[in-house]
């Protein structure tokens, strides 16, 4: 499931050729997504300029001329590709936004999605605020508003497990299940603690490894789009070099104790349990 990096690692790819351009054409080949694609879709973003994208939580946004946004949420398996002009579809390919850039250069825009639990909405620039998946998102990692004291507040008689904290989207947006295993390894914190028994140091380690972890991220994401465009277009799933997610037939790179896994809310997570306490 696409989290914060890989949405950031599509936004950025998308940056690079939809800035300014045209829309041409849309084509719906399925509406029912996680919810149905608007009536007016097509009708209102066609012959639109489409402005730089950027990311807010999982979603991409997407700023058009006629003050609406266009919102992109891949869900579980959604992807976007971006190819030189085609108009031919794949399976599982529910959506073609048909471009043209500043140069007069033609792309296509898919999203494709097996599992169909993504999204795509248009929404006047008004409703940004109240809009029902944008509404309840919490701070952003990389943002100043995310702080030891917007911690302290959020875990203040809570407890919830750290790792289900860290993936509340009303309290962090962008951070999955992938992702939460890596940061509390970094931050040598138990996954199944109780966030009401966090101190300061481990709030300030879990801050510090949130940053670092999804940054680290990000860079391999762009590494990929500069290295290995794939021939089929397809964006924002890459390698992850991952230190604890999925390890659990090998030993702990700090301390060489076996990784365990244990099922929390169903997800499976991954620790060292002597050097997460
Ligand atoms: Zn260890």
């Known amino acids: 499931m696409p989290e914060l990096p890989e949405v950031e690692t599509v936004c950025l790819a998308l940056s690079k050729i939809v800035n300014n351009s045209k829309v041409r054409n849309v084509k719906i080949i399925r509406k029912d997504l996680r ?49 030189a002009n085609q108009n031919i579809h794949s399976k599982h390919d529910h959506l073609i936004i048909t471009i043209e850039n500043e140069e007069n250069n033609i792309f296509s825009i898919t999203y494709n999605d097996p599992r169909r639990f993504g999204y795509i909405d248009l929404f006047h620039v008004k409703e940004i605020k109240n809009h029902f998946l944008l509404k309840k998102l919490g701070v952003e990692p990389f943002a100043n508003d995310f702080t030891l004291d917007y911690l302290q507040r959020k875990i203040f008689k809570k407890s919830k497990c750290v790792k289900n904290f860290l993936m509340d ?45 999804l940054k680290k991220s990000i860079n391999v994401g762009g590494t990929t789009l500069r290295n290995h465009l794939q021939p089929d277009g397809k964006l924002g799933y890459f390698t992850q070099k991952l230190q604890v997610y999925g390890k659990n037939k090998t030993n702990c790179k700090k301390c060489n104790s076996q990784i365990s896994i244990v099922k929390i809310s169903n997800r499976s997570t991954y620790f060292c349990r002597n050097c997460q306490t």
């Open 35 to 83: 919810w149905n694609i608007k009536k007016n879709f097509e009708v209102e973003l066609t012959k639109k300029i489409l402005r730089k994208p950027y990311r807010r939580g999982k979603y991409i946004l997407i700023p058009t001329s006629k003050e609406n946004i266009l919102l992109i949420h891949l869900g579980m398996s959604g992807q976007i590709k971006i190819k």
């Open 169 to 213: 989207q009303s309290i962090i947006a962008g951070i999955g299940n992938i992702y939460a295993s890596e940061i509390l390894y970094r931050a040598n914190i138990n996954p199944l603690r109780s966030v009401d028994s966090l101190n300061k140091e481990n709030l300030k380690s879990i801050i510090d490894s949130t940053k670092y972890i």
